[in-house]
Structure formats: C-alpha cells, structure tokens
C-alpha cells in the first residue's frame, strides 16, 4: 500500500516542493504555522493537520522544511511535535538547513521513540523547489533513503547519500561556502572590470566558458549588471547558514578565511537595515553602496542561492 505522506513548513521552498508531491499523485497532509499558508495546498488536494503530531498520527513519512534548528526541534520535539504523535516506524526527513549536530541529536531522540531519520537538506533555491529540479543531500541509513526517495525524485533532480545522519547538512555547508565565495570573487571581478572600463556583458562571456567560470558569475552576474534585484534568498536566511559553517568549522578545526569574511560583509548589511536593492547596490559594480533602510529580519537578497 503507498504510504501516506506529510510535510511540515510551507515557505518559499515547502510550497513549491509540496506542489510537486501532489503531481506526483502523493497522498499528502500538510501542516503550516500560519495556517492560511496552507490553502493553496487544500485547494490543491492536500489534507491539512491542526499540529504536527497530528500529521504524524495519520502519516507514515514526515517531510519538514522550516527555518533554523530551533524550528525544526520545535515542530518534531516540541509540546505539539511529531515525536507525540509518530507511530514506531515512522521516518522523518529534515530538508530544511540546520546543525549537523543538533541533527544527530534530534535522531537519536526520535529512534528512541522507534522513529527513523533522514537529513536531506538541498540546494536549487526557489526555482528548483518549483519546477522540482532541486539537488538533495542526503545522510542517514541507506534503507530509510530506499523508503524515501520515490518522494525526493518527485522534489528533486538529483539525489545523493553522502553518509550516515548528519552528512546530508554537512555537505550542504560546503555547498554554502562555494555559494558565498563564488558570489564574492563574481563581484570582485566585476567590480575590477568596471573600474577598468570594460564592457561587463563582453567580460563575463569571455572569462565565463573558462577556468574562472562559475554558476554565480554565469547567473548572478549579468543580473547584477542589468540591475536585476528581484530576490533569491533572503539575508538572514544566509547569514543563518554562514553562522551554521562558522559553528562547524569551530568543532572541526577548519580554517574559514573567506566565509568568515562574506559573514561580517552580510552582518554590515544587516546593521544598515539593508534592503533588497541595498544589497544588490552593494554588490553591483555599477554603482557604490547605498543603504536603504528597511526593517531588520526582512532583508533579501538577488545575488544568493541556497
Ligand atoms: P521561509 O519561506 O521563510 O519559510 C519558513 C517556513 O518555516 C514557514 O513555513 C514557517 O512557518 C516555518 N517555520 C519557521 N519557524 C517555525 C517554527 N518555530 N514552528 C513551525 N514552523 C516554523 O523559508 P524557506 O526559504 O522556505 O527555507 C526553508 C529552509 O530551506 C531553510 O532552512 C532554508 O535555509 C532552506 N533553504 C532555502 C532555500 C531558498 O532559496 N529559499 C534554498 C535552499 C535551502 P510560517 O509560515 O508560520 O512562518
């Protein structure tokens, strides 16, 4: 019998990975803080839950994608978590970007309570969470990866286990440190090449097929010369992720050097109450920073990706 499947957090990414499970004909209950996020998806055809423990008790697989680590402890251990309503037998797989660590403590509380765990964090942004192309990092037990992956191959184009619980966020850290440093060494040169009196199109398509090309300079960098700043991730959303590398690196004894420096660039934005176009102007190489202000925990961002 097809199991029954639940997910947990509609944001930017959940809403569309969400969607893709539905074409997928999955038999899916969703839950959603904010409960009015979760109408699209019952209009769609997805059952809702009034907790996550109410998922849980009327599913079998138990996707979440919340923000930080205290979001994802609160919504599978928390007073309402999945933890009090999952039967023995269940499997949780975290897609969200969180601490490796607090990962292989979250498992090890659920398998106490007879409930499997994947992390599956990904990369794509919120392009690849719509049209299902996103790329999954996977840790945890190669059975749990079978179970799961009929759904991940609905949310995503590539799937790879990179080891046992915990890898999976592990590898999405490397994943953001070439995301921050590509974005800084896309806008460097950028930057040099204005000042230079170079055409910018013309450079990026010279230097782009070669050694020096990257996804970022390819895709964010003619965005910034055509001033394109819609957004694609939001400040805080990165600044999350460079904390959780920072966090990593400390335990591993890995030295950071340009991570740490894209850290504290982000946190001068944040304190400028910086905006969308704030970023996109300070990182542009056609015009020098100029801070609008804006409240801060709202700031986005075009140039990065998750
Ligand atoms: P988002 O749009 O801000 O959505 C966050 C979701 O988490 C919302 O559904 C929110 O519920 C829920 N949530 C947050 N805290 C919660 C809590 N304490 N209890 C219950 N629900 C809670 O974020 P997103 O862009 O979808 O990102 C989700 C995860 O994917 C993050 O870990 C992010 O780093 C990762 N990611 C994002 C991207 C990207 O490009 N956006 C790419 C790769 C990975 P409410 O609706 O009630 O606020």
């Known amino acids: 019998m097809p199991e029954r499947v639940g997910f947990i957090g509609l944001g930017i990414m959940g809403s569309g990975m969400t969607h893709n499970l539905l074409r997928a004909s999955v038999d899916l209950t969703v839950y959603n803080r904010t409960p009015e996020r979760m109408q699209p998806l019952a209009d769609a055809g997805a059952a809702t839950a009034a907790s996550p423990a109410g998922l849980a008790a009327s599913t079998d697989v138990v ?40 990962t292989r403590r979250i498992a090890k509380r659920l398998a106490e ?16 969470a719509a049209k299902g192309t996103l790329s999954i990092m996977v840790g945890g037990d190669q059975a749990d990866l079978e179970r799961a992956r009929p759904y991940l191959e609905a949310m995503g184009s590539t799937i790879t286990h990179v080891g046992p619980i915990g890898a ?89 050097l340009a991570s740490s420096t894209v850290f504290q660039l982000y946190r001068t934005l944040q304190r400028a109450g910086a905006a969308s ?20 925990g709202s700031a986005r961002g075009p140039p990065g990706r998750g």
């Open 63 to 102: 996707f979440v994608c919340v923000s930080d680590t205290p979001d994802v402890e609160a919504v599978l251990l928390g007073p309402e978590g999945v933890i009090h309503g999952a039967k023995p037998g269940s499997l949780v797989v975290d897609m969200s970007t969180i601490s490796p660590r607090a």
């Open 113 to 128: 309570a007879g409930v499997a765990m994947l992390d599956a964090p990904v990369s794509g942004g919120s392009e690849g």
């Open 168 to 256: 999976g966020q592990s590898c999405k850290l490397v994943n953001q440190i070439l995301v921050v440093v590509n974005m800084l060494a896309a806008g460097e040169a950028l930057l040099f090449a204005q000042a230079a009196g170079l055409d910018l199109d013309r450079t990026i398509e010279a230097v782009a097929g070669g050694a020096a090309g990257s996804w970022m300079l390819s895709n964010r960098g003619p965005q910034a010369v055509h001033r394109d700043w819609r957004p694609g991730f939001t400040i805080d959303l990165q600044q999350k992720d460079l904390r959780l590398v920072l966090e990593a690196a400390d335990e591993t004894g890995a030295p950071v």
């Open 277 to 296: 176009s704030a970023l996109a102007r300070s990182s542009s190489p056609t015009t020098a920073t100029a801070a609008r202000p804006r409240r801060r």
